[in-house]
């Protein structure tokens, strides 16, 4: 008999590792930066904590609420450009800007 896994099964085998992980958010944040698709951008930064700190931790290092952590990673939140940061931050990452090429 076959065994099938889930796609967020696959996601999670892949972001695995720290690096798979930081290439997955360049990815995200390219395809962001190209399309806007914000629901996309924040789905991957919660598939990054599931496969990392898991929302427990992120919760109890960024001050805030599983719930509203959920509810803000979920395509449909609208967070602030703060708790991107603050989320980022407890991930391991940081938030910067560089100019475009002409």
């Known amino acids: 008999m076959r065994t099938y896994r889930t796609l967020d099964s696959l996601i999670q085998e892949r972001l695995s590792s720290p690096e798979n992980r930081a290439a997955y958010l360049d990815i995200a944040v390219e395809d962001y930066v190209e399309t806007g698709d ?18 427990a931790k992120l919760a109890e290092e960024t001050g805030l609420s599983r719930e509203s952590l959920y509810k803000t990673l979920s395509g449909k939140g609208n967070p602030k450009l703060k708790t991107i940061k603050e989320i980022l931050s407890a991930l391991g990452y940081s938030l910067y800007f560089k100019k475009q090429s002409a």
């Open 38 to 55: 914000e629901a996309e951008l924040l789905l991957a930064i919660r598939q990054v904590v599931q496969a990392g700190i898991g929302f």
